[in-house]
T-cell receptor, first 109, second 115 residues
């Protein structure tokens, strides 16, 4: 599986957009980009995924560059409850997820 | 609706003992995954089932670990001769189908402590 690179930590002000970057320069053509988050002491929670096109759902937007070598997860209006570790994962057809270190997002009032 | 459930939520055992961890996936999900998460790290893949069969067990650390899913629904992760290094949170996830494009839904995990 391709590996991902994310910043270790980020801060965001409550009510502002949180933009979390991810590099996946070795992604292959059949691999999807997934984002999960994990709030302390809970199991990971699925956020969004995409293959080539940008995606949006009720939780977030996913912007994937045209060359697919990087992506950005956007939480449009961050709240205190969005404080979590955010994992960017690229997954093959078997869908086994390989978690890296993630980005620890701290939303501050 | 009901999500993935795992029992027990906490398990404390002594070194050398045998433990079983149970996962009840979302009804109708054919793919089931086991991961484990050590303190301060991301989850690590252990094994996944497509139906009753283990499609990929490459993440199992050694032969003390094995898992079953006899009827294609509930799965049990079994650890023999537990060691202190086995202490971790064991996570289960299920998915409608294995394959790219299908998200995994995780349970709350079982926290295993080996004394």
């Amino acid at each position: 599986d391709a590996k991902t690179t994310q910043p270790t930590s980020m801060d965001c002000a409550e009510g502002r957009a949180a933009n979390l970057p991810c590099n996946h320069s070795t992604i292959s053509g059949n691999e999807y980009v997934y984002w999960y988050r994990q709030i302390h002491s809970q199991g990971p929670q699925y956020i969004i995924h995409g293959l080539k096109n940008n995606e949006t759902n009720e939780m977030a937007s996913l912007i994937i560059t045209e060359d697919r070598k990087s992506s950005t997860l956007i939480l449009p209006h961050a709240t205190l409850r969005d404080t979590a570790v955010y994992y960017c994962i690229v997954a093959n057809a078997g869908n086994m997820l390989t978690f890296g270190g993630g980005t620890r997002l701290m939303v501050k009032p | 609706g009901a999500g993935v459930s795992q029992t027990p939520s906490n398990k404390v055992t002594e070194k050398g003992k045998y433990v079983e961890l149970r996962c009840d996936p979302i009804s109708g999900h054919t793919a089931l995954y086991w991961y484990r998460q050590s303190l301060g790290q991301g989850p690590e893949f252990l094994i996944y089932f497509q139906g009753t069969g283990a499609a990929d067990d490459s993440g199992l650390p050694n032969d003390r670990f094995f898992a079953v899913r006899p009827e294609g629904s509930v799965s049990t992760l079994k650890i023999q001769r537990t060691e202190r290094g086995d202490s971790a949170v064991y996570l289960c996830a299920s998915s409608p189908l294995a394959g790219g494009g299908n998200e995994q839904f995780f349970g709350p995990g079982t926290r295993l402590t080996v004394l």
